[in-house]
């Protein structure tokens, strides 16, 4: 337990160490207050409307992947991962365990983000299931992100790169016919379905 608070506490100092980090962090957030504001001034509405929602569902698993990409990046370069490589404990539990702290993070900010915007009528176990299948990203997003990049700016370049994986659920939500299926093999795709169907 002591090892596990203090994995918790030193992942807590290292997103919140860096600007860019905490920007990531609490960036689905505001972009949640800034859709409720333009929903509310009727700036937003129609089709516009339902591709601001499915980007509501989709954007905290993406944009948490990315942190824990960048978390991950950090750790290589400060040859943490080398270290924990000679250690008792096993790489791929602290691996594991940075995706899947930025996994629950990801459910947390996917339902404020939901539920901030207003954008999807429906209740918090609804948002929460959403949730759940928009941070099945984080996983993704974050060994794409460290597949491809070796420092924090190649991270950036490729974090921009696999933004791609969100054109397939937001294309996706154009079509109810069998041709959607063309754009299921985006991990978001289930979290835009569920917010187009409710």
Excluded at 154 to 160: A, I, L, N, P, Y
Aim: aromatic share 12%; hydrophobic share 60%.
């Amino acid at each position: 337990m002591e090892l596990f608070r203090t994995m918790l506490l030193s992942e807590l100092r290292n997103i919140l160490r860096e600007r860019m980090t905490v920007l990531m962090l609490f960036m689905p957030l505001a972009m949640g207050v800034v859709i409720r504001v333009l929903i509310e001034r009727e700036i937003v509405e129609g089709d516009v409307l339902g591709v601001l929602a499915v980007v509501c569902a989709l954007l905290a698993g993406f944009m948490y992947g990315a942190l824990a990409g960048f978390s991950l990046l950090d750790d290589r370069d400060d040859q943490v991962l080398l270290s924990i490589g000679i250690s008792p404990y096993p790489l791929w539990a602290y691996v594991w365990f940075k995706v899947g702290f930025s996994f629950l993070l990801a459910i947390g900010a996917g339902v404020a983000l939901i539920a901030l915007s207003g954008a999807v009528p429906m209740g918090t176990g609804d948002m929460v299931l959403v949730s759940i299948a928009s941070a099945a990203q984080v996983p993704i997003v974050a060994f794409l992100v460290n597949a491809f990049a070796t420092n924090k700016v190649e991270g950036f370049v490729t974090m921009k790169a696999t933004g791609f994986l969100l054109l397939f659920p937001i294309g996706g939500y154009f079509f109810l016919d069998a041709k959607e299926w063309l754009f299921a093999i985006a991990p978001g795709h289930w979290a835009a379905k569920a917010v187009q169907r409710s």
